[in-house]
């Protein structure tokens, strides 16, 4: 069974940090390349940044600077570092396994809102 398990969401001020993790099970994840992903309500699903299973790394152009990707093979787990959060950073984060340029599999999802 595919598991892909987000956490570390929650409220935060503007110009605030969090830090997201994603716990992969079920899937050879050192060969997967993997994804966050954000959503806000009445929106599509949008990619946030990726990171492939060479460590290449592709974001969107509203966190440049701002949000860093980054996995641990030996602990089956992607990160998402958000620095100077903004308010339109707000959403629900999905973590995703990528196959051929598509996310595949996807966890539940964690809140993260920014806000005074």
């Known amino acids: 069974q595919v598991l892909l398990v987000e956490s570390g969401g929650g409220l935060v001020q503007p110009g605030g940090s969090l830090r997201l993790s994603c716990e992969v099970s079920g899937i050879t994840f050192s060969i997967n390349d993997m994804g966050w992903y954000r959503q806000v309500p009445e929106k599509e699903r949008e990619m946030v940044e990726t990171?492939?299973?060479?460590?290449?790394?592709k974001y969107a152009d509203s966190v440049k600077g701002r949000f860093t990707i980054s996995r641990d093979n030996a602990k089956s787990t992607v990160y998402l570092q958000m620095n100077s959060l903004e308010s339109e950073d707000s959403g629900v984060y999905y973590c995703?396994?990528?196959?051929?340029?598509?996310?595949?599999?996807w966890g539940r999802g964690t809140q993260v809102t920014v806000s005074s």
């Open positions: 990171i492939t299973s060479e460590y290449g790394k």
């Open positions: 995703a396994s990528i196959v051929g340029g598509r996310p595949r599999r």
